[in-house]
Structure formats: C-alpha cells, structure tokens
C-alpha cells in the first residue's frame, strides 16, 4: 500500500528491507505464542521448545505472506516437520480444531484472543525463540518529520505493551 502510494505510512510485519522506494525503520520484535486445548499434551509444560511442535497441526497464520513464512523458515531450520491447515475464522472452528489437537499460533496472551474457547496459551521456552519483527515503512515521498514522529510514537506505544526492542 505504501509502494503504490494509497498510504503514505504503515507497520509491517517481517522485514521489508528490499522494498523499493520505502525507507524503513524497525520499532519491535513480538514473540508469538502458542495456544492449545488444555487436554493437549503439551498443555502440561507451561511454555514450549518449538522442536516440541514436532509433527503437530498449525492453524495457518492470517498474515500468510509474513507470519507463514518467517514461522516455516524458522521451524526448518531447527528441523521441526509440522502440518498447516486452513482454520475458519469462527470459535466453533478455532475450538473443533484445539479439540484435535491443533495449535494456534497467537501474538500475545490477551483474554481476547479466541474469546469464548477453553485454551491455554504457551510461551517459548529455551534461549532461541522465534520472533517478528515490526517495521514502521514510509514512501521516501513522505514527510520526514511526520515519519519521525510517528516513529517516535510507536517505539514508546510498543514499550508500553511490552514488546521487545534491540534498539
């Protein structure tokens, strides 16, 4: 949105450093989560190493483009074989699928996430995690001092929300 011009900002997930025309600058890192049926058997750890997702189900991220990807790369190369299935997006079908032992992956532990369904949802343990990086993205047409500030917004915004920063 931003390359064509329909939008003169926005935020991005994944790194969008080969996007021609955009000046990019980074804000944060999430650390997703995983949620699963409290009687799924890693319900029982408390958080998880992700070679434990070993042959395990994912609901297919929404952000398919950016989560998908940087979670596939992630997973192969720690070797971890999963399987990726298309979940509606409704609780009857988010629930049927944690009733299967499916797993959800989630960017945060919000009651609002799959409102409505009993789960419980599990941290990343172990010191390699898998983490997505925000990006604040703007046309080099943009106002730098409405970038800037916009930026300066954001970092202190994803502070508060206790999202990690390198910066």
Do not use: W
Not at 1 to 14: E, K, N
Not at 36 to 42: A, G, I, K, T
Not at 112 to 127: E, F, M, N, T, Y
């Amino acid at each position: 949105m931003v390359r064509s011009g329909s939008v003169d900002m926005a935020l991005v997930l994944g790194d969008p450093s080969e996007a021609e025309g955009i000046i990019a600058r980074y804000i944060a890192a999430f650390e997703p989560r995983f949620a699963v049926s409290p009687n799924h058997p890693l319900a029982r750890k408390g958080a998880l190493r992700l070679s434990e997702l070993e042959e395990a189900t994912i609901a297919l991220p929404l952000d398919i483009r950016c989560c998908l990807l940087q979670l596939k790369n992630y997973l192969v190369a720690g070797e971890v074989k999963v399987r990726f299935e298309s979940v509606r997006l409704t609780s009857e079908a988010h629930e049927n699928f944690l009733n299967r032992d499916g797993v959800v992956m989630v960017l945060n532990d919000d009651p609002s996430v799959l409102p409505g369904i009993d789960r419980l949802i599990l941290s990343q343990a172990g010191k390699s995690r898998l983490r997505f990086s925000v990006y604040l993205c703007a046309s080099m047409n943009a106002g730098q001092t409405l970038h800037n500030e916009f930026y300066r917004v954001m970092r202190k915004e994803m502070a508060k929300q206790g999202c990690r920063s390198t910066i």
